[in-house]
């Protein structure tokens, strides 16, 4: 069974870092796609980040250059570190993978 919990998520001033880590319960190989999204309150689900099994990576025109995903194969771990944040980069922030897959989410609040 697929299980991806999602860590490191808190409140941060902006302008600020956070590292978010979500740990998967199988090889993460095993997926094409991984992805981290995020929804802000009132707001739909968006997209931030993935990456695929051969490593391509794709952001958000909002996250480029402030926000970058990898990963660690032998902890079956994915990453995502946040640069630079800012209030509008508030929101929960949730795992994917195969687009089918999804963590219980990260709460990210950057205050101004």
């Known amino acids: 069974q697929v299980r991806l919990v999602e860590s490191g998520g808190g409140l941060v001033q902006a302008g600020g870092a956070l590292r978010l880590s979500c740990a998967a319960s199988v090889n993460i190989f095993s997926f094409n796609v991984m992805g981290w999204y995020r929804q802000a309150p009132g707001k739909q689900r968006e997209l931030v980040s993935s990456?695929?099994?051969?490593?391509?990576?794709n952001y958000a025109d909002s996250v480029k250059g402030r926000f970058t995903i990898s990963r660690d194969s032998a902890k079956n771990t994915v990453y995502l570190e946040m640069n630079s944040l800012k209030p509008e980069d508030t929101a929960v922030y949730y795992c994917?993978?195969?687009?089918?897959?999804w963590g219980q989410g990260t709460q990210v609040t950057v205050s101004s």
């Open positions: 990456i695929t099994s051969h490593g391509s990576t």
């Open positions: 994917n993978a195969n687009w089918n897959f």
